[in-house]
């Protein structure tokens, strides 16, 4: 006997307004919207392609269909009358979940009205998601019996019609298959909605079906099912063929059918293994019949230190040692390249006994402003830790100067009284007869050796930055430090045409037995001369060094000055010592042992006495016209003891350096300091020094700045 038949006949009758190719008895093709003319409320049918009309039944089943009411036609009521009822028009598939206030049943709804129940709430949120609910519509009970018919029940597969995405991929179900809309416009000319679409993880289970290219009549239209539960016509004679044995295509019952039938399990003994499984990498085992086994990935970090290997295209030099990858502190000395740099770090030389020798710094990285603590041996002692003057035109007094302002008042002061409070000389015979020099602050100088770091600009002559005499008192022991540019070169020599950049003596007569800078043709040069004490202004003995590289270049200036040997400003006394470095290379010494550059006689005196620092001119200003001589970080004090940053790994090799400034303290084994970064910049590799009382500098102690 056959079996009762169940047959769902879908006749396809909405797609597209205009695109319509079934003509109903009335004016009106399938797929028309047509409401009665002049009435208020209107219900709103759908042309049917067997030429009924299909009401929709409220306007929530409306909106799932249309988004707007563009496309209705008004029609007379015997234009209506010309299309046969047909029933209503249900929800369309893949958007809404519907229930009635009779039941507590959900059910998603399939083509035609065909309803699929939903068991468990776990099965509603796990195809639909947690906020499965919000789909959730009432149906008028009415409509919900004789609109709608019953399909089989959800449990692990969406129903036809649904709309599911994966990563960017929008895929519509039909059957057991998904198909893929391979367009935006293929999509959207199938009159689907975006806000209707399922974001899913996975797609397995469902085999891939032909793609959506284009509009489709199956898939853009209400489908009207019909049923029929009828048996066939009867035959009075038995069927003499009896239906032949199926054939079991799917031999280990793993949903998938094999091969040989067409299917796509590549092996139906072992239901482990078909499309979908997941495949264990490395085994030799296809379980997920892509056609390979999957390959394992390769492990490029095997010390696990969070550094991938260098043959895998890491930075990690040694990956078999977790203690070695480029974030590791590299142990000077040891043979061994624990941070990757390429070479095993070099140790500093060992410090001599009895010299500076730094253990350990607070911070190895530098920061402008930072407090650092140094710790070691044999620092000495510095009775007064901070320097008697640090000027880096930072201070307060100057924060409202713009760029070429007169400077109102002198960092230190001024003792001989030659200076108004705009800067200008007002007294002409306070030094000599001379005046027309004066200050200005520079913070936008193309050449400036710090950029926003303000300079001290000194143009003219007598324009003084210092006139201090003696630091600390009378220790008769003066270090001065600063960088110094000098702007254009002379154009005569000797006499007016040169200017004195800083002026020392031995005690407070600023003309007998001095030493100075002076700026001639081409060169800036120190000269160390005397006066007798019978002709005080007749200078007896000069001596000349060149002390700046180059005219228009930046150069750090060093200068000690030690008078300490009993000078009192009597000819004859012993010798003082002035020694002088350019850049840290050492261009004057003269000591009691005598110059030893001329034939200068043993009473060239120790300069301890600081007059002026700035420019001290000749006697005729034209000589002067257009001299703008350039100072910054100046750094002033009674001893050699002090810490710097330099260039290189030991100090007389050092050719560029920054003073730090000592703070608060400074012991034998303690210092700490203010970073002052000057001129270098951030992420350079430097050493830092600790120079004592008596010139002796420690070894490098590496830093970045």
């Not at 019996?145 to 960017?168: H, N, V």
């Not at 086994?293 to 230190?305: R, Y």
């Not at 510095?382 to 109102?408: A, C, F, M, R």
């Not at 001589?629 to 001893?639: P, S, V």
Request: proline content about 5%; hydrophobic content about 30%.
């Amino acid at each position: 006997m056959k079996k009762l038949a169940l047959l769902i006949l879908i006749i396809f009758v909405f797609g597209g307004l205009q695109t319509s190719s079934v003509k109903a008895v009335g004016s009106y093709a399938a797929g028309s919207l047509l409401v009665l003319e002049g009435t208020d409320n209107a219900a709103v049918y759908y042309v049917g392609s067997d030429g009924m009309k299909y009401v929709f039944p409220d306007s929530k089943t409306y909106n799932t269909w249309y988004d707007n009411f563009d496309y209705i036609v008004q029609v007379s009521i015997s234009e209506l009358d010309k299309y046969p009822d047909g029933g209503i028009v249900t929800y369309r598939p893949g958007t809404k979940l519907i229930t009635h206030t009779n039941t507590a049943k959900i059910y998603a709804v399939g083509p035609g009205g065909m309803l699929h129940w939903i068991p468990t709430a776990e099965i509603a949120e796990a195809l639909y998601g947690q906020a499965w609910h919000t789909r959730v519509i009432d149906v008028i009970p009415g409509y919900f019996s004789s609109g709608y018919i019953f399909g089989f029940d959800l449990s692990g597969k969406y129903p036809e019609g649904t709309l599911l995405k994966k990563g960017s991929a929008i895929y519509y179900v039909q059957d057991e298959s998904i198909r893929h809309f391979n367009t935006q416009d293929a999509f959207e000319y199938n009159n689907f909605n975006y806000s209707n679409v399922i974001e899913v993880d996975d797609l397995l289970g469902y085999s891939n079906g032909e793609a959506i290219t284009g509009e489709e009549r199956s898939l853009s239209g209400y489908m009207v099912a019909m049923l029929y539960v009828n048996d066939p016509p009867p035959n009075d004679e038995e069927d003499p063929t009896p239906d032949p044995d199926p054939v079991d295509n799917d031999t280990d019952n793993d949903g998938y059918d094999s091969t040989a039938s067409g299917g796509t399990d590549c092996n139906d003994n072992n239901s482990a293994i078909h499309p979908g499984a997941t495949d264990i990498c490395g085994n030799g085992i296809d379980e997920d019949c892509s056609g390979a086994d999957l390959a394992c990935p390769v492990d490029n970090d095997t010390d696990n230190d969070g550094y991938d290997s260098a043959a895998s295209g890491g930075n990690d030099c040694n990956d078999s040692n977790a203690s070695i990858n480029p974030g590791i502190t590299d142990i000077c000395g040891n043979g061994i390249d624990e941070d990757c740099s390429g070479a095993d770090l070099s140790c500093p030389p060992p410090a001599t006994p009895g010299e500076p020798s730094i253990s350990l710094l607070s911070s190895d990285n530098l920061m402008e402003g930072q407090t650092i603590t140094i710790s070691g041996s044999d620092f000495g002692s510095k009775s007064i830790v901070e320097p008697w003057i640090w000027d880096d035109l930072t201070h307060s007094s100057y924060q409202n100067l713009n760029d070429g302002d007169w400077i109102p008042t002198v960092q230190g002061g001024s003792s001989s009284g030659h200076y108004s409070e705009t800067g200008q000389v007002t007294d002409p015979d306070a030094l000599y007869g001379h005046a027309s020099g004066w200050l200005a602050y520079r913070d936008s100088h193309p050449q400036q050796r710090v950029p926003g770091r303000a300079l001290y600009s000194c143009e003219g002559r007598y324009a003084t930055i210092f006139d201090i005499g003696r630091p600390h008192g009378d220790t008769e022991r003066m270090y001065l430090d600063y960088w110094f540019y000098s702007t254009s070169a002379r154009t005569g020599g000797g006499g007016d045409q040169f200017n004195k950049i800083f002026r020392i003596s031995p005690s407070t007569s600023s003309y007998n037995r001095y030493g100075h800078t002076s700026v001639y043709p081409g060169r800036l040069s120190y000269s160390a001369g005397a006066s007798s004490p019978d002709n005080p202004g007749e200078d007896t003995r000069r001596v000349y060094e060149d002390i700046y590289p180059v005219e228009g270049e930046w150069s750090h200036i060093s200068v000690w000055t030690d008078g300490s040997g009993g000078l009192n400003g009597i000819w004859g006394d012993s010798n003082g010592i002035v020694k002088i470095w350019t850049d840290n290379i050492q261009k004057i010494n003269i000591t009691d042992e005598g110059y030893g550059i001329v034939d200068f006689p043993d009473d060239v005196m120790g300069f301890s006495f600081l007059h002026a620092l700035g420019i001290e001119g000749g006697n005729s200003p034209e000589g002067h016209a257009g001299f703008d001589n350039l100072w910054g970080d100046i750094y002033i004090d009674n001893t050699l003891a002090r810490v710097v940053i330099g260039d290189a790994a030991t100090w007389d090799q050092v050719s560029h350096f920054e003073l730090q400034i000592p703070r608060t303290t400074w012991s034998d084994s303690s210092i700490d300091i203010t970073a002052n970064l000057g001129s270098f910049t951030a992420g350079e590799s430097l050493y830092l020094f600790v120079i004592d009382e008596n010139g002796n500098a420690s070894a490098g102690y590496p830093v970045t700045s």
